[in-house]
């Protein structure tokens, strides 16, 4: 049943299911800003029929890409959200989301309110479905795309921060980086609520945290957080085994922060900044220098073609990856900042109402 300024029949919410309300979902009449409305409401009866008001919505002429006028979220965002435990259905989330991708749903669109794209909110909302369903159709390099709201962390912060254990496994299982720090130096392990800041009331979740963080520390292989290593430059034998713990070999085809594809050309300690560092050429002049910082020669390359980014932040790129080399800019933070106190407040967010939260769907605030 329903609330909204539009309607003549007041309800307290929306349900697809009774006859009058069906009588406004399926009136040629009711507008594509007020389906959005109806999208909002955070209840299940709503939710769980995200494929009967996605398909009026797209039946009165709105394009699959088209959003939302006060959240700026598309219809694949708030699918992805739909499938959210307790409140949607993860079936019909995923083949809706598929049907959306097939008809030209881009993956990659972000709310501007949130900066989030349709991973970040499958994982935001513990929807291990629906992470399959998006990185089935995504290119490699989408899996660790960084958000904004989460300082610049993954989909698997995200899914860590907030005690999302299905969402996690999944993105682990389709080569989402463990080692990947965020602009706070933290790893996705590093971003699980600690289980003793939690109330009793919190048990569940206490052990949930608990196997969460041993899930994304067993994900991590042995010594592939190289940044807490700091290495004399001149033993080149240890920074060779390091480097091999990793996989990597110089010359070797790597992705950068999840985001750009170059070629390793430098591996190990700098003078600007402590850790274990890589120096990387880019095939086209989106660099920052030419293989130098400070006056010191770490690998030559063409001007504006080098770029030096921590080791934990950058991977092997596969055959397919290597075709994707125009993303957007990376941040990289030149020191790791110790660990601050984890807060709570999303831990319960995928059970809420969300009238609170505009990644729930609602007024966002700004």
């Not at 389906?35 to 394009?63: M, T, Y």
């Amino acid at each position: 049943m329903c609330d909204f300024f539009f309607f003549s029949i007041e309800f307290s919410f929306f349900d697809p299911n009774d006859a009058s309300c069906q009588d406004i979902l399926f009136d040629p009449s009711t507008t594509v800003s007020e389906l959005f409305a109806i999208l909002r409401q955070w209840v299940p009866q709503v939710q769980q029929s995200i494929d009967v008001i996605g398909h009026e919505i797209l039946k009165r002429g709105c394009n699959v890409n088209d959003r939302d006028g006060l959240t700026d979220m598309t219809l694949l965002h708030y699918t992805c959200k739909s499938g959210a435990q307790g409140i949607g259905d993860a079936d019909t989330a995923a083949k809706f989301a598929s049907h959306l991708i097939d008809i030209g749903a881009d993956i990659s669109l972000r709310s501007r309110w949130t900066n989030m794209n349709a991973l970040h909110y499958a994982s935001y909302f513990d929807v291990p479905e629906l992470v399959h369903v998006i990185l089935k159709a995504s290119k490699p390099k989408d899996v660790d795309a960084t958000c904004s709201d989460f300082d610049f962390g993954t989909a698997l912060h995200i899914a860590a921060s907030n005690l999302c254990l299905g969402a996690a496994r999944s993105l682990l299982e389709n080569g989402a980086n463990p080692a990947f720090r965020d602009d706070k130096g933290h790893t996705p392990a590093d971003v699980v609520p600690d289980p003793i800041d939690m109330p009793l009331e919190m048990a569940d979740a206490a052990a949930v945290a608990k196997e969460i963080k041993q899930v994304l520390l067993d994900a991590v292989p042995l010594l592939r957080d190289l940044s807490t290593f700091v290495l004399p430059k001149q033993d080149g034998a240890l920074r060779n085994t390091l480097r091999r713990s990793a996989g990597l070999k110089l010359g070797d085809r790597v992705l950068i922060a999840g985001q750009k594809v170059g070629t390793l050309r430098f591996c190990g300690p700098t003078q600007f900044a402590t850790g274990q560092w890589a120096g990387i050429e880019m095939d086209e002049s989106e660099g920052k220098n030419d293989g130098s910082v400070g006056g010191v020669q770490y690998f030559k390359c063409s001007p504006k073609h080098g770029i030096f980014a921590p080791l934990s932040k950058i991977r092997r790129a596969n055959e397919t990856m290597r075709t994707f080399i125009r993303s957007s800019s990376v941040k990289t933070s030149t020191s790791v900042k110790s660990p601050t106190k984890i807060d709570l407040s999303r831990v319960t967010s995928k059970i809420n109402t969300g009238e609170s939260d505009p990644r729930a769907g609602t007024v966002p605030r700004v």
